[in-house]
């Protein structure tokens, strides 16, 4: 059996981790496969695959598309061909989306008496390609003393319904599903126990993103209870959906390693990979 990492996230978007730094954790944890899935960004691909394959890993393309309906319902990418027109087209929309939700967080925040410069969040990249994830935001604010920590500050501030909170540039669900598609991938569901939807209201959802090309959903997942894990299984068997699993993280040292919760694809997942 292969053991399977497929959320991860580097420098490239909002993580800390270097691809050199994720393929190390992937090697010290026995790691068969890997797939990194940074926000709205494959930049990091080419860097992750040559690191594998040196360390003996396959490594799968990914991304993390940060998808808004009602709530946040991030979208998970594997397989896309970022050299492929479809994807540039994608790209460019949200860098340029990225930019504007920026513009229009740090409005929000002036408004409220809350000074954080344009330079300061850029200074936070680590990749000057990368979009403006919203925790560059959270980071330059806390350096800035307005929060003990930038997670905190995004909790305060910048989360879903709080006053800073922007949608400005997002795709959909649904779009985020056909851009995966056109861009020669496949789409699976990203950690559906933290879609804050009634659970009937979110099963129409996956049922509607379905009948789009949705693959997958990721029902082994960090946050999820064993509780949540058995019943995103079901979901997945009732709608003929794959069964993806990662750990999410971001950094070192926290509550989310690289390679956990242990997960192991079965031969359907493994299939669907095969091409990729």
């Known amino acids: 059996m292969i053991r399977a990492d497929m ?11 270097s691809p050199a730094d994720v393929i190390a954790a992937a090697r010290k944890a026995g790691l ?17 695959r ?20 009602e709530v946040k319902v991030h979208t ?36 409220r008496g809350i000074e ?36 905190q500050f995004y909790l305060s501030c910048l989360a879903d319904g709080k006053f800073a909170h922007s949608r400005v540039g997002r795709l959909t669900p649904e779009q985020a599903v056909e851009t995966i598609n056109a861009c020669g991938g496949w789409a699976s569901l990203a950690h559906p126990g933290r879609i804050t939807l009634d659970e009937g209201i979110k099963e129409k959802l996956i049922s509607r ?8 959903i990721e029902a082994v997942y960090s946050g999820h209870t064993v509780k949540e894990t058995a019943y ?10 794959l069964v ?11 509550p989310r390693a690289v390679g956990t919760p242990e997960f192991y694809p079965d031969e359907a997942l493994l299939d669907a990979l095969k091409n990729y």
Do not use: N, W
């Open 209 to 216: 993103l379905k009948d789009l090309g949705l693959r997958g």
């Open 116 to 151: 954080v410069p344009l330079t300061a969040v850029l200074a936070e990249r680590t990749v000057e390609s990368t979009p403006v994830h919203s925790m560059f935001i959270c980071r330059a604010a806390a350096k800035l003393g307005y929060a003990k920590s930038a997670g």
């Open 232 to 241: 995103y299984k079901e979901i997945a068997r009732k709608y003929g959906l």
């Open 7 to 17: 959320h991860i996230h580097t420098y490239y978007s909002d993580g800390t981790q």
């Open 32 to 48: 068969g496969l890997v797939c990194v899935t940074d926000h709205d960004t494959m930049g990091g691909s080419g860097e992750v």
């Open 50 to 69: 040559k690191l594998a394959a040196d360390a003996g890993i396959r490594a799968v393309d990914g991304i993390e598309i940060s998808a808004y309906a």
């Open 76 to 111: 998970l990418g594997y397989g896309l061909d970022r050299d492929c027109a479809a994807f540039k087209k994608y790209y460019k929309q949200a860098v340029e989306g990225s930019y504007a939700r920026c513009e229009d967080t740090l409005k929000k925040l002036k408004e």
């Open 244 to 254: 993806t699993g990662g750990s999410d993280t971001h950094f070192s040292g926290g």
